[in-house]
């Protein structure tokens, strides 16, 4: 089935330090990826995402490159900041039905 | 548009009892999906429409478990005879399914307490 696998957290970082969450998928179709982020008492929200290989997705500062040949999409930032503070989830969608998610990452900036 | 609104926000209830959850999507979207968090997890899938047509449910949904959406707007989700293992947060989404990538919009969540 289609499914995502991303990093187990909690990732603490200090304020400024680079960011790496990785995610890599499986999937029977050609499927579309995405980052969707939950800040603290809010709702998910589209970070960033990318439809085909090799596109990468950006906003906010933050990353994504979608690699067919390692089937991943690792979000990287290259300096946090302590708002950057939330739960991450990696998902995708193939032939745009269903939406799947991974299990989420927990990122704590410290100032 | 408020975008996409979740009713009621927070449900207690005893075991055995029914509840049912309702979702306002965006206005002209035109999917609408149910999904279950857990604490520490993901959005779990549950099922999703297009329009008034329920295209996808999930095997792990039990059959307590309904969800309509009978004009393609709003949809409810009813749990029957709820059970301890039901709590959770229920989130919908909506998107608009046109030429580009599916991007769902989520609501605040209705969150079900089962004592």
């Known amino acids: 089935g289609n499914s995502v696998t991303q990093m187990e957290g909690p990732v603490t970082l200090s304020e400024e330090a680079f960011l790496t969450i990785n995610c890599t998928y499986t999937?029977?179709?050609?499927?579309?990826l995405f980052w969707y982020v939950q800040y603290p008492g809010e709702g998910l929200q589209l970070l960033l995402k990318?439809?085909?290989?090799?596109d990468k997705g950006s906003n906010k500062g933050f990353e994504a490159t979608y690699r067919k040949e390692t089937t991943s999409f690792h979000l990287e930032k290259g300096s946090v900041q302590v708002s950057d503070s939330a739960v991450y989830f990696c998902a995708l969608s193939v032939n745009n039905n269903d939406m799947r998610f991974g299990a989420g990452t927990r990122l704590t900036v410290k100032p | 548009d408020t975008g996409v609104s979740q009713d009621p926000r927070h449900k207690i209830t005893k075991r055995g009892q029914n509840v049912t959850f309702r979702c306002d999507p965006i206005?002209?979207?035109?999917?609408l999906y149910w999904y279950r968090q857990t604490l520490g997890q993901g959005p779990e899938f549950l099922t999703y429409f297009q329009n008034e047509a329920q295209l996808e449910k999930s095997r792990l949904l039990s059959n307590r478990f309904s969800a309509e959406r009978p004009k393609g707007s709003f949809s409810t989700l009813e749990i029957q005879r709820t059970e301890q293992g039901d709590s959770a947060m229920y989130l919908c989404?909506?998107?608009?399914?046109?030429?580009?990538?599916?991007?769902?919009?989520f609501g605040a969540g209705s969150r079900l307490t089962v004592l």
């Open positions: 206005s002209e979207h035109n999917r």
């Open positions: 989404a909506s998107s608009h399914v046109g030429s580009g990538a599916n991007v769902l919009t």
């Open positions: 999937a029977t179709g050609y499927p579309s």
């Open positions: 990318a439809t085909k290989a090799d």
